[in-house]
């Protein structure tokens, strides 16, 4: 299975913005599509954005507007561009190839083994 590696969590105060990297070290994910998750403390894991391999791109409408799922095959990397961001977006964020409906498209992924995630916490 393919090693996701997510990084560039952080610390941030409402209305900042952060970036996150998933990398994939030793593979190739530029041949799939790629989403991120989140899991917030007591909820269940979401699938929050998406984006194929050709760049077309869905998100949650919790996030749509906000945050842009991009990616750079020559460095086999998927980026999070969060902006404007919230208290509710406090979670840990994962990567892995998307999986069920988002934004009126149905994803059928096959999982990697779940990275260790990124921390994201917003908060005054």
């Known amino acids: 299975q393919v090693q996701l590696v997510e990084s560039g969590g952080g610390l941030v105060q409402p209305g900042g913005s952060l970036r996150l990297s998933c990398a994939a070290p030793g593979s190739t994910i530029s041949i799939n599509a790629m989403g991120w998750y989140r899991q917030a403390p007591g909820k269940q894991r979401e699938l929050v954005a998406a984006i194929t391999s050709t760049g077309s791109t869905n998100y949650a409408d919790s996030v749509k507007g906000r945050f842009t799922i991009s990616r750079d095959n020559a460095k086999n990397t998927v980026y999070l561009q969060m902006n404007s961001l919230k208290s509710e977006d406090t979670a840990v964020y994962y990567c892995?190839?998307?999986?069920?409906?988002?934004?009126?498209?149905?994803?059928?992924?096959?999982?990697?083994?779940w990275g260790q995630g990124t921390q994201v916490t917003v908060s005054s």
């Open positions: 892995n190839p998307p999986r069920g409906w988002l934004d009126g498209s149905y994803f059928y992924g096959d999982f990697s083994s």
